[in-house]
């Protein structure tokens, strides 16, 4: 008998959050789910199959790597590789017909002769910063570079993109930002236009950026927590219209009874004051379950809530489950996701530890087996 802790993936509701993200936007905005970081924790190469069959046939990665191994577990569509490459990666991107960001007039100055080389013209997508402060070139390089690619024999230009930096934000001052962001992209694409070139691609918004401001779609956008069923923040609240794609379960390995005084994990966070029954369960930090998870935090035993006793350890994590009726060794544990009407969201753990759900779903670890369902 194997580990009894497993991360269940439902593929009808990725389905169906996808069908959602599509009913925001024009028929004709083409949308590009983002599958890096393993699908957000949730296993690229199944939920890559799933999109495919939903019509899907441009993704987007991070890193050439995950490009390769979605390549080579099947995908034969478009794939975007929004990191840009590090030097010495351009031939292969270009051999197998990747399409990488081009974030500076350095990159396009190693991209452009590997194209040559090959004598194979290679796809990009020029990014812009108008107002992330992370990647991609300032607006006032943008109509060089782009006009620079569109006149070269190696090179096609086959999207324009910047990413919005406060779109999951709702203040007034946020939104200002955001509408700053969203009205310098827009300039970008009628100046290039009113110049007599026309790109194919121009996408600005995120999940949150689609669903609060879908009438900047342009003609493209990128989706991703959305996709897993996730809200982007609290000011962006979709759940009652999204679907979880990912529960976390696992099964009490171990039960204990303790007196009063007696202490729990490392440092002894915590001490009961009344004779108590500890559940071990089979998770810990090396799995993803953040060892900031406050004492107390509850996890769902029996459709009862079974407060966290003691600190998250590497492989193992104690429950209080004094107060759950019945428990034995073997019942469900759910960590993230619903029993008996009641539910713990990664957005709830993500609160509790003072992150985000992106995080939370990302730090999943291998060592969890994921299992796919509709």
């Given amino acids: 008998m194997s580990r009894p802790t497993t991360a269940l993936v439902d593929l009808s509701a990725l ?4 069908a959602c993200a599509r009913s925001r936007v024009n028929k004709s905005v083409e949308i590009i789910p983002v599958v890096k970081a393993d699908a957000y924790g949730h296993g690229a190469k199944e939920v890559v199959r799933r ?3 939903q019509g899907v ?3 987007c990665v991070a890193l050439l790597d995950e490009a390769l191994a979605l390549r080579q577990s099947g995908f034969a569509g478009e794939i975007l590789i929004s990191n840009g490459l590090f030097p010495g990666e351009e031939e292969e991107a270009v051999a197998r017909g990747f399409i990488p960001f081009v974030l500076s007039s350095e990159s396009l100055e190693r991209l452009e002769p590997a194209a040559k080389k090959l004598g194979q013209p290679a796809k990009v997508h020029l990014k812009v910063d108008t107002g992330m402060g992370r990647i991609g070139v300032d607006p006032g390089e943008f109509f060089p570079l782009a006009e620079r690619i569109l006149r070269s024999p190696h090179l096609t230009l086959d999207g324009v993109l910047s990413h919005l930096a406060s779109a999951d934000l709702n203040s007034p001052e946020e939104n200002d930002y955001t509408r700053r962001q969203i009205e310098s992209f827009a300039l ?4 290039l236009e009113k110049r007599g070139f026309q790109v194919p691609r121009w996408h600005l918004l995120n999940s949150a950026g689609l669903i609060r401001f879908p009438e900047a779609h342009h003609t493209a956008a990128r989706l991703g927590i959305m996709l897993y069923g996730v809200s982007p923040s609290d000011d962006v609240d979709l759940s009652d219209q999204l679907q979880p794609v990912l529960s976390l379960k696992t099964h009490i390995t171990f039960l204990k009874k303790v007196p009063p005084g007696s202490a729990v994990s490392y440092g002894r966070r915590t001490v009961v004051e009344r004779p108590s029954l500890i559940a071990t369960i089979p998770i810990g930090y090396a799995d993803g379950l953040p060892r900031t998870l406050p004492v107390g ?3 769902l035993v029996r459709a009862r809530r079974a407060p966290i006793a003691g600190v998250v350890t590497m492989d193992m994590t104690m429950l209080d489950v004094t107060d759950v009726p019945g428990v034995a060794r ?3 544990v759910v960590i993230i996701g619903e029993q008996a009407g009641e539910r713990v969201r990664a957005e709830d ?3 509790a530890c003072g ?3 992106y995080e939370v779903l990302c730090r999943i670890g291998p060592r969890v087996e994921r299992r796919y369902h509709d």
């Fill in 15 to 18: 389905s169906h959050n996808l």
């Fill in 355 to 357: 992150t985000i759900p």
């Fill in 297 to 299: 935090f509850p996890l």
């Fill in 330 to 332: 073997g019942d469900e």
């Fill in 188 to 191: 970008l694409r009628a100046g």
């Fill in 349 to 351: 753990i993500a609160k």
């Fill in 57 to 59: 046939n441009i993704l």
């Fill in 51 to 53: 999109l495919y069959s």
